[in-house]
């Protein structure tokens, strides 16, 4: 289930960014990779700070344990079938419905069965996407704001 092989230790890598070069509508991004060299632990987690090999920079790390780490992935999956159960129930309740409208323009009705229809597309594909790529590993990145580290996956 899901991409990674759950091992004793994690398989992602942490990467700190050596450079970015931009060539016409690409940017290339020449990463140094490192190991993350913490242990899973048998229950719950476990954060480490580690520093970067490259900038010395103080990097935490939390690594979720094998039991931890595949409720996590049930969760990603459960949330990805929730989101195709409203993108089909919306379909089937236009299709259903044959374009006609429901109650007076702007009642509100037919803008919920497209957000549901929209929304749970959305739904499924994030959910779906983080199923794949869950491998209990937390840390620095994009979204927390420390430029030049991120996780490779």
């Not at 899901?2 to 991004?29: V, W």
């Amino acid at each position: 289930m899901g991409k990674r092989r759950l091992g004793q230790y994690p398989q992602s890598r942490y990467a700190h960014l050596l450079s970015s070069e931009r060539i016409g509508n690409y940017t290339e991004h020449r990463p140094a990779t490192f190991e993350i060299p913490v242990e899973r632990p048998s229950k719950g987690c476990q954060s480490c700070t580690l520093a970067c090999e490259t900038c010395r920079t103080s990097l935490t790390y939390t690594v979720f344990s094998i039991p931890a780490t595949r409720a996590r992935r049930w969760a990603w999956l459960l949330t990805a079938l929730a989101g195709s159960a409203s993108m089909l129930v919306s379909g089937l309740t236009i299709h259903h419905l044959g374009g006609r409208h429901l109650g007076e323009p702007g009642g509100g009705l037919s803008g919920l069965i497209a957000l549901g229809s929209v929304g749970g597309f959305i739904v499924a594909a994030v959910g779906l996407s983080f199923w794949w790529y869950e491998d209990g590993v937390r840390g620095p990145g994009r979204l927390t704001g420390i430029g030049g580290h991120t996780i490779k996956r």
